[in-house]
Nanobody, 118 residues
């Protein structure tokens, strides 16, 4: 059974930082590209960052320069470090496993709420 379990969301003040974590089952982690997407109420879902199993990373323009995605292969965990947070970063953040061939999102975590507000 595929499991993606996120943690680390919460309430953060504008300009603050937080780190999201996602623990994945070992088979998924070794094969798939891992990523983070988000969805705010009334907005389309946005894929904000991905990291391939060779370490190659990619970021959406909306978070470039403020976000860092990383992975710990020993722990089967992927992280998203977000700095200089803005109110528009408020969303439910989802951990994803993406096909390394098609790039399609094949698996989703349950989501973790991030709220940026003073």
């Amino acid at each position: 059974q595929v499991q993606l379990v996120e943690s680390g969301g919460g309430l953060v003040q504008p300009g603050g930082s937080l780190r999201l974590s996602c623990a994945a089952s070992g088979t998924i982690f070794r094969i798939y590209t891992m990523g983070w997407s988000r969805q705010a109420p009334g907005n389309q879902r946005e894929l904000v960052a991905t990291i391939a199993n060779n370490g190659y990373t990619n970021y959406a323009d909306s978070v470039k320069g403020r976000a860092t995605i990383s992975r710990d292969n020993a722990k089967n965990t992927v992280y998203l470090q977000m700095n200089s947070l803005k109110p528009e970063d408020t969303a439910v953040y989802y951990c994803n496993a993406l096909s390394p061939v098609s790039g399609n999102i094949n698996y989703w975590g349950q989501g973790t709420q991030v709220t940026v507000s003073s």
